[in-house]
């Protein structure tokens, strides 16, 4: 598993957290938010008409309605991205992060109106008569390129070809693995309840909903997405309320460190600036999904004559996902402190490393040479070696680092007994020998640094069956929206038939991912996300001049239905 995760994060440093994908990203949303002179601003009112219906027409061809497909698509981004994910990002980057997701999301709203418009106005009805749609769709139909010769490159088949295939692995890598991952940690942490149980349990029910396609999805989901969110914001509320002293710095930290780096505090090292931006960027896709190309997925199955009508239904999603819930999530953690705490926990050998000497990051000196080995800077010299462990104590003079902070009070354990004998170490990674654990004392991220953060309220331990339920619905539904994003992956690279199959393999991915290491499923879920995005953003940039024209047919349109409203000109 850990030359797994090695092999995962090379790739993923590459592709997802290459710096090149991150301004491909934020870039590509500039663009169109400067050509379409601020869409995520100027057609914000007038997507939440097109969501009550105000555009619909009699006859209007679509699976779903305007507000099914806004929640289908919510569920499918507001997930563990919300509650794991904003952790995840400021635990590596630290509050910094959180302003670059807010900015992702800014941006994003434009992207998702773009993708979604395109999507839309290419979409096809499958074999079974249900709308199918989708980037693949416009890239198969518009991006072949005619040669000087007079032919034709199938630039756009193959383009859609290589989109098809990545959304059938990212449905994995988005909704099924890292979903049920963050469930089950999450259930663990607050109720004890076995991971397996909990993967056993969920599968069975995620099975019974998908069997019923889209139809049934968005009947799930259109009740889903809204309870969730009550109970949520409810716990996220008590915790600000109730640390009410540190909203001011909170909101101080996101903004003071943009230009410096986030310093420092309490057992986090600190993080550089370029480490909080990418970082804070990446989650922010992970989120809003913006650019990825699955949310046109859902939207395609849209009951709507117009595309740019449900482009603008899109363009709320990164606004309620991330400006709104994110935040709420990441003002939870810096308001209740956790984020620069260590807690004891069980460790992750993938984020675990020992290094010879002792440190103390109490001391000056020695927390610069942490910081700069866990930020990659400068590296500390790894232990190679057999570790001598004595009633669970190691004995050897090592330090070891989880979770990018200085491990505390570790000791190793056997069933419920203190364990004794030697633990193999090649070049920092630890090797224990089956059925020894090892816990300590470090900082923690993802859903349980969240479960924590919300028992810092006047509901006390209570609180973290907040997030437990709150994540459950969210991360469960996202799944079950990631399942339709697949299926229709499917449909178009092998047909119909192919559906089942892949309903059968999504159901045992979800059901394993439940007790598998936490980080080699965020890693392959960065990886996963890149390769869906990059061919999406190529093709909206290509098709730039398409989706001008179609806004400037939409609002020619509804000037003359609704002559006595003054709508934005092109």
């Excluded at 800014?106 to 395109?118: A, D, P, R, S, W």
């Excluded at 117009?306 to 953690?333: H, K, Q, R, W």
């Excluded at 090592?398 to 419920?416: C, D, P, T, Y």
């Amino acid at each position: 598993m850990q030359k797994l995760n090695d092999f995962l994060s090379i790739l993923d440093s590459y592709i997802g957290g290459g710096q090149w994908f991150v301004f491909l990203l934020l870039g590509t949303g500039l663009f169109f938010t400067i050509y379409l002179v601020f869409p995520q601003i100027r057609f914000f009112k007038y997507a939440i008409k097109m969501v009550k219906g105000k555009f619909d027409r009699e006859g209007d061809e679509g699976d779903t309605s305007h507000f099914q497909a806004l929640t289908t698509a919510l569920s499918g981004t507001v997930g563990t991205g919300n509650i794991a994910g904003v952790a995840l990002a400021v635990h590596l980057g630290g509050p910094a992060a959180l302003f670059w997701m807010l900015v992702t999301a800014l941006i994003g709203m434009t992207t998702k109106f773009v993708e979604v418009t395109l999507s839309h106005k290419h979409r096809e009805k499958a074999e079974d008569g249900t709308i199918a749609g989708g980037p693949m769709y416009y890239m198969k139909k518009r991006l072949n390129i005619k040669l000087p010769s007079g032919k034709w490159l199938n630039f756009g088949k193959w383009m859609a070809i290589i989109f098809a295939v990545a959304t059938v692995f990212s449905s994995f890598g988005t909704g099924s693995l890292p979903q049920i991952n963050s469930i089950s940690n999450s259930l663990w942490e607050t109720f004890s309840i076995p991971h397996m149980l909990t993967g056993a349990v969920l599968a069975v029910l995620l099975a019974f909903v998908i069997v019923g396609g889209i139809k049934r999805i968005a009947k799930v989901t259109q009740t889903l997405v809204p309870v969730m969110a009550i109970i949520y914001f409810l716990g996220a509320f008590l915790v600000i309320i109730y640390n009410y002293e540190n909203i001011w710095p909170s909101m101080v930290a996101i903004f003071a460190d943009l230009f410096t780096g986030s310093s420092a505090t309490g057992g986090f090292l600190g993080a550089s600036v370029a480490f909080a931006f990418n970082r804070g960027v990446n989650r922010g896709l992970f989120s809003n999904e913006a650019g990825q190309g699955s949310a046109p997925i859902a939207h395609a199955a849209a009951r709507a004559h117009e595309p740019v009508s449900e482009g603008m239904v899109a363009l709320l999603e990164p606004f309620i996902d991330t400006i709104i819930i994110c935040m709420l999530t990441g003002m939870t953690l810096l308001a209740s402190g956790v984020w620069q705490e260590k807690h004891e926990n069980l460790f992750q050998m993938a984020d675990l490393a020992v290094v010879e000497g002792l440190y103390d990051d109490g001391i000056e000196s020695d927390r610069q040479s942490l910081g700069a080995h866990v930020n990659g800077k400068k590296s500390l010299p790894l232990f190679t070696g057999n570790l001598k462990v004595t009633e669970g104590q190691i004995t050897d003079e090592i330090s070891i680092i989880h979770a990018r902070s200085l491990a505390e009070n570790v000791f190793l354990i056997q069933g419920n007994m203190p364990w004794t004998g030697e633990v193999p170490v090649v070049r920092g990674r630890m090797s224990p020998p089956e059925g020894v654990r090892v816990f300590g004392e470090s900082l923690i991220h993802s859903a349980p640094l969240t479960t924590i953060a919300f028992s810092r309220s006047w509901l006390g331990e209570y609180g973290k069956y907040i997030v437990s339920i709150g994540l459950l619905l969210f991360a469960f539904s996202t799944a079950i929206s990631w399942s339709y994003y697949g299926e229709r992956a499917m449909i178009y690279l092998f047909g119909m038939n192919s559906v089942i199959w892949y309903k059968l393999v999504y159901v045992v991915g979800f059901f394993v991912a439940s007790f598998v290491d936490t980080s080699i499923v965020w890693v392959f879920s960065g990886i996963t996300i890149a390769l869906m995005t990059i061919p999406n953003l190529i093709g909206i940039l290509i098709l730039h001049r398409e989706v001008k024209s179609e806004v400037k047919s939409f609002w020619k349109e509804y000037a003359e239905r609704f002559p006595d409203e003054k709508a934005p000109k092109y």
